[in-house]
């Protein structure tokens, strides 16, 4: 039995050494991770604006996934632009795999017209990847009634890092928008076995429609229906979302298909995730849960997610008013 645990160790561990290797990490709620969908969110609230996220996935398995991330922007309305800076860290199996990233980003805001505004977007990060290989047992630790505290093997690199790109476009008017992100465009980097790899390109698509339902300026008050996709291909993996959500301040309500089956090639079940929040003055505070539509809806433990986001207006109501506002849910 314990040399039947092990080599099941063993393979789960190259099992998320592969996908880690392979796919970014996803939020659900994409809409509350803006830097990290795209550099042109940055200082698209017109102010300052922070917003923590944590995400535990498959908490019920021992791979299980806990993605954190932090980030910090600022509208400057002297120069129409958006400054920004993206932490974020991904702990897979345990620990045993974690990527961390620190980034800086910029965008710049401009009219088409009277009723059409642009973003482009700049995102230049370093990315650090490590294994710890204290947490994996090698076959020539294993013996008939005993476990060596080390291996003779040596071991890869236990760490690596390199640095990265990404650029956006993100077009919106009063209660549309419609942007796309190009990710790993410096994907060269050093791998863990010591050889040059490369990450996959990751595009993504994603926009909505809001409809203000009744809006009360003076409390920063406000009902509406947004409905809402996001679009993502990385190497083989494609993925479709879909959803809306109802804000009647100061509580939110969403519902997401995650995973929508119209790539017949897709590998990936699909997910649903409902979503809740509530908002007090400048801070929101929004939850989701996805549970998966495969046979695995008892096994993985769904997926857990946390957002908060507060806002802090720019000095003077007249300024903060001038600058166009994203009509994607601020939640």
Same mark, same amino acid.
């Given at each position: 039995?314990?040399?039947?645990?092990?080599?099941?160790?063993?393979?789960?561990?190259?099992?998320?050494?592969?996908?880690?290797?392979?796919?970014?990490?996803?939020?659900?709620?994409?809409?509350?991770?803006?830097?990290?969908?795209?550099?042109?969110?940055?200082?698209?609230?017109?102010?300052?604006?922070?917003?923590?996220?944590?995400?535990?996935?498959?908490?019920?398995?021992?791979g299980t996934f806990l993605t954190y991330?932090?980030?910090?922007?600022?509208?400057?309305?002297?120069?129409?632009?958006?400054?920004?800076?993206?932490?974020?860290?991904?702990?897979?199996?345990?620990?045993?795999?974690?990527?961390?990233?620190?980034g800086l980003q910029y965008s710049y805001?401009?009219?088409?017209?009277?009723?059409?505004?642009?973003?482009?977007?700049?995102?230049?990060? *370093?990315? $650090?990847?490590? =294994?710890?290989?204290?947490?994996?047992?090698?076959?020539?630790? %294993? /013996?008939?009634? +005993?476990?060596?505290?080390?291996?003779?093997?040596?071991?890869?690199?236990?760490?690596?890092?390199?640095?990265?790109?990404?650029?956006?476009?993100?077009?919106?008017?009063?209660?549309?928008?419609?942007?796309?992100?190009?990710?790993?465009?410096?994907?060269?980097?050093?791998?863990?076995?010591?050889?040059?790899?490369?990450?996959?390109?990751?595009?993504?698509?994603?926009?909505?429609?809001?409809?203000?339902?009744?809006?009360?300026?003076?409390?920063?008050?406000?009902?509406?229906?947004?409905?809402?996709?996001?679009?993502?291909?990385?190497?083989? *993996?494609? $993925?479709?979302? =879909?959803?809306?959500?109802?804000?009647?301040?100061?509580?939110? %309500? /969403?519902?997401? +298909?995650?995973?929508?089956?119209?790539?017949?090639?897709?590998?990936?079940?699909?997910?649903?995730?409902?979503?809740?929040g509530y908002r007090f003055e400048n801070?929101?505070?929004?939850?989701?849960?996805?549970?998966?539509?495969?046979?695995?809806?008892?096994?993985?433990?769904?997926?857990?997610?946390?957002?908060?986001?507060?806002?802090?207006?720019?000095?003077?109501?007249?300024?903060?008013?001038?600058?166009?506002?994203?009509?994607?849910?601020?939640?």
């Amino acid at each position: 039995m314990k040399m039947k645990h092990y080599i099941s160790a063993i393979i789960l561990a190259t099992t998320l050494v592969a996908n880690c290797l392979a796919v970014d990490p996803q939020f659900s709620q994409f809409s509350a991770a803006k830097l990290y969908l795209s550099p042109s969110f940055a200082g698209s609230s017109g102010g300052g604006r922070l917003i923590m996220n944590v995400r535990d996935q498959w908490s019920k398995l021992p791979g299980t996934f806990l993605t954190y991330s932090a980030s910090y922007d600022h509208y400057i309305e002297k120069y129409r632009s958006g400054v920004g800076v993206l932490v974020m860290k991904d702990d897979a199996g345990h620990g045993l795999i974690s990527t961390t990233t620190l980034g800086l980003q910029y965008s710049y805001n401009f009219d088409i017209n009277r009723q059409w505004r642009v973003r482009p977007g700049l995102h230049f990060y *370093y990315r $650090y990847r490590n =294994i710890d290989f204290n947490k994996l047992q090698f076959s020539d630790q %294993i /013996g008939f009634d +005993y476990i060596a505290p080390s291996s003779i093997e040596n071991s890869p690199m236990e760490s690596v890092g390199s640095f990265d790109a990404s650029s956006s476009v993100l077009v919106y008017s009063d209660n549309i928008w419609i942007g796309t992100t190009i990710d790993h465009l410096m994907s060269m980097s050093q791998t863990l076995v010591n050889e040059i790899g490369y990450l996959p390109l990751r595009y993504s698509v994603y926009g909505g429609s809001k409809y203000m339902i009744n809006q009360r300026t003076i409390l920063n008050k406000e009902e509406s229906f947004s409905g809402a996709f996001h679009y993502l291909h990385q190497d083989q *993996y494609n $993925y479709l979302d =879909i959803g809306a959500y109802y804000i009647n301040s100061p509580l939110m %309500i /969403g519902l997401w +298909y995650r995973g929508l089956p119209v790539f017949r090639k897709n590998p990936n079940a699909g997910a649903v995730s409902i979503h809740a929040g509530y908002r007090f003055e400048n801070l929101s505070l929004q939850y989701s849960y996805d549970f998966t539509t495969s046979r695995l809806i008892t096994k993985t433990g769904g997926a857990h997610e946390i957002s908060l986001t507060y806002l802090i207006s720019n000095e003077g109501s007249t300024r903060r008013r001038s600058h166009k506002m994203v009509p994607c849910p601020e939640f």
